[in-house]
């Protein structure tokens, strides 16, 4: 009887574990990428970064060129309205009202424009991020399985490594083939983010 039990147990696990065998997960084969060394080091990046350089000192250019003269303005309106006896102080003539007016005016104006070239800017380096991300998430698994991994992570997520598990050579190689530009441009108008529009009641 005892033998027939224990014939009988062998037999359930000859034919269970084929089946937990096909369910267990394989041995994991880790590859690292410094994402940090290919977003700035592949050709596409470089050249993208120097584009993103020049247009960022533009808008601090354009920034100081429209602040300048309306701080001149606003030290010069307060000087005037100090040098007004204290009766007109409350109520200004009318052309220096006027002239407040207008420094108020040129100072919305500067604002909104600087807006619209910081969100220009933004929205660039946005896209310039997008088409990179787009064509090295694929590269990276190329690598990855040509390398015989089936994992891949970034360096910042690795606490320690051995030597022979860095692939990003090889990923900025394919990268550099493959993405040798990309468009500095702002995203396109349907990829933007719509802005909120205020409910009406």
Excluded: F
């Amino acid at each position: 009887m005892t033998n027939k039990l224990l014939l009988g147990l062998v037999a359930a696990a000859a034919v269970v574990s084929p089946a937990a065998a096909q369910n267990r997960l394989p041995p994991a084969v880790v590859a690292v990428v410094d994402s940090g060394r290919v977003y700035s080091e592949c050709t596409a990046c470089r050249a993208a970064l120097t584009q993103l350089q020049s247009q960022a000192t533009a808008l601090q250019t354009r920034q100081q060129a429209l602040v300048g003269p309306i701080q001149t303005e606003g030290q010069a309106i307060e000087a005037a309205i100090n040098a007004l006896p204290a009766a007109q102080k409350q109520n200004p003539p009318a052309a220096l009202q006027q002239r407040v007016q207008r420094w108020q005016q040129s100072q919305q104006t500067a604002q909104t424009e600087l807006q619209g070239l910081q969100t220009r800017l933004q929205s660039t380096q946005a896209h310039v991020r997008q088409q990179l991300d787009a064509r090295l998430g694929p590269i990276i698994n190329q690598v990855m399985t040509s390398r015989g991994a089936n994992i891949a992570v970034d360096t910042d997520a690795t606490l320690a490594r051995a030597n022979g598990v860095d692939v990003t050579n090889d990923v900025l190689t394919a990268l550099n083939a493959q993405v040798p530009s990309v468009s500095v441009t702002p995203l396109p108008q349907q990829a933007q983010p719509a802005q909120q529009r205020p409910t009406g009641r």
